[in-house]
């Protein structure tokens, strides 16, 4: 056993070598820290975010706001679920392994063509560090990154890395439209601090009405433009629609429509328009069916048919989203679902 240690030894003093060497790594502990070092263990601390693509320069700027929810380009509150998954990547990111020595050339000049540069700073705007997030590996299940940060600069070194609890690509994670990052929460009202809702159906408006709703059994209901409350009705059932009101979602404002395509649709009218009035604002939501029409038909002039799945919303200010159909079809009671026969 005693003659066989300096074999061992030596075996691995060779290994430690050739692993430096094939990774064009210098074998100091500070230099390989300086470039490794991407996670973030405490991401309370992380306040601003702004990702660039190297491609388009297309650019997204997500800031944390005090009472910790995000915003978009200081325009939209950001997707809750988006930023969790960010901040979860910066804590549970590492090293997978290095590129090999003969790849790194081509895995930095693709870096440098087509990465998301991923700045990260503090709540007081401090700089962090920076990612360079580029490709995924041949195997799909890393991405090739390279770190910046204020005391070790940009490293020459790129790695693979990969996230624990997850098998892939991280690259994908870290998109620059704004659309995309935007939360499409429109109606949130955990508490019930409604005021007032008012249901209108354009060409139907014998089945419009409004709410009011001053807590607990304090409702009340009209027929559409009567101030005269409806003397016989199901409290209880009025209650329970109410209750959609909590939580209320579009699917995303990602319609696939041109600019001309979308202001004809908003010019058109809607089948529903639902407004919400609280203690401090007013919302309108307007929903139209949302016609599917491929070339071929359109070359024909054949009559679209109706998308089942989806319909067309635009908020107050009149931008325009697409909302599952499931999910709205909820709020299309007629007024007589709520009286007694």
Partial sequence: ??????????????????????????????????????????????????????????????????????????????????????????????????????AVETSLRIIAGGSKKVEIFDREGNWIKTWYVGHASKDNKGTHMLLETPGGGKSPNPFIMDMKGFIGMLNTRFFTDENEWRSVGILNY????????????????????????????????????????????????????????????????????????????????????????DNSRERTIRLWPKKVLSEEDAADRIEPEVDGDRVYAATTAGELALAQRYGWDKFRAPIEAFLVE
């Fill in 1 to 102: 056993m005693k003659k066989s240690l300096p074999l061992i030894v030596l075996v691995l003093v060779v290994a430690v070598a050739a692993y430096f060497l094939s990774t064009n790594i210098e074998p100091s502990s500070t230099g390989i820290k300086s470039q490794t070092s991407f996670e973030i263990s405490d991401t309370s601390n992380v306040g601003k975010i702004i990702i660039v693509s190297a491609g388009s320069g297309a650019k997204v700027r997500l800031e944390r706001q005090a009472d910790n929810n995000w915003m978009v380009n200081d325009k939209f509150r950001a997707r809750e679920d988006a930023i969790q998954t960010i901040l979860k990547t910066f804590k549970n990111i590492y090293v997978q392994r290095p590129v090999k020595k003969e």
């Fill in 190 to 277: 955990p508490n019930m601090d409604i005021r007032e809702v008012e249901v209108t159906y354009p060409d139907e408006l014998e089945k419009s009405f409004r709410i009011t709703y001053g807590g607990g059994n304090d409702i009340k209901l009209y027929r559409h433009d009567s101030e005269k409350e409806i003397s016989v009705y199901d409290t209880s059932v009025v209650k329970d629609y109410l209750l959609n009101f909590k939580l209320a979602s579009f699917e995303n404002y990602k319609t696939g429509l041109s600019p001309a395509e979308t202001d004809s649709v908003l010019q058109l009218t809607p089948y529903q328009v639902i407004r919400v009035k």
